[in-house]
């Protein structure tokens, strides 16, 4: 199951807030590319295909394709400040690899 940390949801709603797309949910995606095999792309977006799930994590409406979601179970989301300045941080035991920054990552290498 994927988790969103308070402080993660806090920061959605607070971009959301500044949006003008009030009613616009927050979608998280993967997409090929990034220093490995996909990264994690998060928006707001009015449309909800057939193939989406809508989930419910922490007050904030997740919206998140199929093939995706199969990439993503156990999925944690944070958010944090350091001195370089505010981000997500991403945490998938699913992933094989993860880049420098964590926003990329690849799969385990199959035997
Ligand atoms: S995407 Fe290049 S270091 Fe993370």
């Known amino acids: 199951m994927i988790q969103l940390s308070p402080a993660a949801a806090d920061e959605i709603h607070r971009l959301r807030a500044r949006t003008s797309l009030p009613e616009a949910r ?4 993967v ?3 990034g220093c490995l095999d996909y990264y994690y ?3 707001f977006d009015a449309a909800v295909s057939s193939d989406d799930v809508i989930l419910n994590l922490n007050g904030i409406e997740v919206v998140v394709d199929q093939p995706s979601l199969a990439l993503l179970s156990d999925l944690t ?3 944090s400040e350091d001195l370089m300045g505010g981000s997500f941080r ?6 094989g690899e993860n880049c420098g920054c964590g926003n990329s990552f690849s799969l385990p290498l199959k035997d």
Do not use: T, V, W
Request: glycine content about 6%; aromatic content about 22%; charged content about 10%.
């Open 26 to 29: 927050f979608r998280l995606s």
């Open 41 to 43: 792309h998060l928006s």
């Open 90 to 95: 991403f945490y998938n035991p699913n992933a």
């Open 31 to 33: 997409q090929p590319g």
């Open 77 to 79: 989301i944070d958010y």
